[in-house]
């Protein structure tokens, strides 16, 4: 399954609102989509699983949604510490794939 | 908390061999999947690998099947990687991801940088 995300990059200023998509090339289920945020020199890290799922700590401005082929990361409010890139993955079906990833950086 | 600690990472040549190597801790090793995810310098993610708790079932990726081999010790709490017939493509940064890969329950280690070159 490819995972396409849109756009590549995203400039946006703190405060404002990100809206990131993952388009897949066949349907996954919910249950099995996951975004990640990485930064730079650090592993990626979890922040919703199931599509709309919030991991452990991860602040309520992130929001996941979507089903079947098209899913979306809506950041609400963005913060400092929230410039970065984000992916998505799906589990759903081997192999496990990843999105090329979109990069939100300072407008 | 889960701790997983890659090692063995480093300089080999085109064609060598390479095995690296994770260390768990903080969860119940020998009834967890783990996984090897690499991250060449500028790209996305991308899965290697996977064994079950048991270490009964594997799986790979196309890019590194017949190369490469994951195993697990599990009185060690231990995962590895070996890593044969090196190409200068597999050049990465190469994550231990314990749990399902996506699950909420899942964890990332921080890696451990692989480059081939002559």
């Known amino acids: 399954i490819v995972l396409t995300q849109s756009p590549g990059t995203l400039s946006l200023s703190p405060g404002e609102r990100a809206t990131l998509s993952c388009r897949a090339s066949?349907?996954?289920?919910?249950?099995?989509l996951t975004w990640y945020q990485q930064k730079p020199g650090q592993a990626p890290r979890l922040l919703i699983y199931?599509?709309?799922r919030r991991a452990a700590g991860i602040p309520d401005r992130f929001r996941g949604s979507g089903s079947g082929t098209d899913f979306t990361l809506t950041i609400s409010r963005l913060e400092p510490e929230d410039f970065a890139v984000y992916y998505c993955?799906?589990?759903?079906?081997?192999?496990?794939?990843f999105g090329q990833g979109t990069k939100v950086e300072v407008k | 908390d889960v701790q997983l600690m890659e090692s063995g990472g480093g300089l080999v040549k085109p064609g060598g061999s390479l095995r690296l190597s994770c260390t768990a801790s903080?969860?119940?090793?020998?009834?967890?999947?783990m996984n090897w995810v690499r991250q060449a310098p500028g790209k996305g993610p991308e899965w290697v690998s996977s064994?079950?708790?048991?270490?009964?079932?594997?799986d790979y990726a196309e890019s590194v099947k017949g190369r490469f081999t994951i195993s697990r010790d599990n009185a060690q709490g231990s995962l590895y990687l070996h890593m044969n017939s090196l190409r200068a493509e597999d050049t990465a940064h190469y994550y231990c991801?314990?749990?399902?890969?996506?699950?909420?329950?899942?964890?990332w280690g921080q890696g451990t940088l692989v480059t081939v070159s002559s």
């Open positions: 993955q799906q589990f759903g079906m081997s192999p496990w794939t």
């Open positions: 903080g969860f119940t090793f020998s009834t967890s999947n």
């Open positions: 064994i079950n708790g048991r270490g009964d079932y594997v």
């Open positions: 066949q349907s996954v289920s919910g249950d099995y």
């Open positions: 199931g599509a709309s």
């Open positions: 991801v314990s749990g399902l890969l996506g699950s909420g329950g899942s964890s």
